[in-house]
């Protein structure tokens, strides 16, 4: 699982190998791993993310855990769940690649792809990912054949070679995932690699590339990323193929974000990236969750029919009706919404979605439907749903102040409504 970095970390990028692989050691803080180093296979090689992390001084509280041994991954990872009381997770058998998940945290043992740790490494999509903190010595020592502590000081991502990209095809998006939340910059060898090969990605698994996905509109420099993905049109089968007049790219959408809280930052750019990246059917394409779907569908529908209208029609030029479905469909997610509208109404907006009192912003009828029933004898149906939604609007727009003031509009509309039904058959 993907976690914030720890604050106050410093890159371990400079000193010789031992240097750094003691400071790197001291960082990872074993202590608080959930077993002991003496109770992993003998000869685990530590690789991937928590070193790389670890160098650049952006481990999380709780890193997750790669190790490569010699042999026996699955029943090794078996062992230590059972006598740790942790879940043993097979990812894949035939690769003899297993999971150890245990008290919040994951542990991941991979049999050695090779006869050497250098060719394991060497079979490793980036070159920053392939580095490895050897643990059988009392002293552990770094392992980099193919350069990736040069890359990590230069700050650029290079592939080891362009085949193992093409043996997993979701490293392709990997590489631009990286980009955004390491924010480096990609080699440009690697990104024609990456390109030749897009059509590869089709073969991932749909609930792979999400992940990618999910990672990478939430990333710190998720804007340039963004961009390319796009210029290379790698995520061409479920992208939006012509990003329409409201979506401005990812660059327009993240500048209004200045105004936004932290936790509002982190609902919306998301939210609002995603939405501009893959197309509703992309979005079920990679089998995303129906909350995601249905935020996405509405947030896209809203601007569409302002802001991806010519000439663009402003939501205050919205009807009455209209007006209310927005906040009611965008509650929740209205700074996203937010993120497109002109700088200048940014703030009015945000300091109104933010008060709860706000009727507009927050729609709530002033009398729920069980009251109406005991007052005034309305029966559940089509008639006291229409009748809900008529209060929520005038409540809305100021109208309704009190209860009193609502039964008195209760009652008048249903007179009209009685009225207009005898004579036309209709509730509307």
């Known amino acids: 699982m993907h976690m914030p970095p720890r604050s106050g970390s410093a890159p371990i990028l400079t000193g010789d190998l031992t240097q750094m692989a003691s400071q790197l050691w001291s960082s990872l803080q074993p202590e608080r791993w959930p077993l002991g180093i003496d109770q992993l296979p003998t000869g685990a090689v530590l690789v991937g993310g928590a070193v790389r992390d670890g160098l650049l001084g952006r481990l999380p509280d709780t890193p997750d855990l790669d190790f490569i041994v010699p042999e026996q991954a699955l029943a090794s990872a078996r062992r230590l769940a059972e006598e740790h009381g942790g879940a043993c997770i097979v990812l894949d058998a035939g690769r003899d690649m297993a999971r150890v998940a245990l008290k919040g945290w994951t542990i991941d043992l991979a049999r050695q792809d090779g006869a050497t740790l250098n060719e394991d490494l060497n079979r490793r999509d980036f070159r920053l990912n392939a580095i490895g903190l050897k643990l059988d010595d009392a002293i552990p020592r770094l392992q980099d054949p193919t350069g990736g502590l040069k890359d990590l000081r230069e700050g650029r991502i290079v592939a080891v070679q362009e085949k193992n990209l093409q ?3 979701l490293r392709l998006l990997r590489g631009i995932r990286l980009m955004a939340e390491l924010d ?34 939430a990333a710190p420099a998720a804007d340039c990323a963004i961009r390319t993905a796009r210029e290379i049109d790698l995520l061409h089968p479920w992208s939006t193929r012509n990003a329409m007049a409201f979506s401005q790219g990812s660059e327009a959408i993240s500048a209004g974000s200045a105004l936004l809280t932290a936790n509002e930052r982190d609902q919306a750019l998301p939210l609002a990236r995603l939405t501009a990246l893959l197309t509703d059917a992309g979005l079920k394409q990679l089998r995303c969750s129906r909350q995601q779907m249905h935020r996405c569908e509405r947030l896209r529908h809203w601007w569409a029919q302002t802001l991806g209208q010519e000439p663009c029609i402003h939501p205050d030029q919205l009807s009455e009706q209209d007006r209310l479905k927005l906040h009611q469909d965008l509650e929740n997610d209205l700074p996203a919404f937010i993120l497109t509208l002109p700088g200048s109404e940014q703030q009015h907006w945000l300091k109104r979605w933010r008060n709860p009192e706000d009727p507009l912003f927050h729609p709530q009828p002033p009398i729920d439907g069980n ?18 939604r008529h209060l929520t609007l005038e409540r809305a727009y100021g109208r309704l102040t009190n209860r009193e003031q609502a039964l008195s509009a209760a009652r008048s509309w249903l007179s009209h409504h009685s009225v207009s039904t005898a004579t036309n058959g209709s509730c509307d």
Do not use: F, H, Y
């Open 167 to 169: 043996d997993d095809p």
């Open 184 to 217: 480096m910059t990609m080699d440009s060898r690697t990104l024609e690699m990456i390109q030749r090969n897009r059509e590869l990605l089709k073969d991932a698994a749909p609930e792979r590339i999400q992940a990618e996905v999910l990672r990478l509109v």
């Open 371 to 388: 009251s109406l029933q005991q007052d005034l004898k309305v029966t559940p149906g089509p008639i006291l749903g229409a009748l809900i």
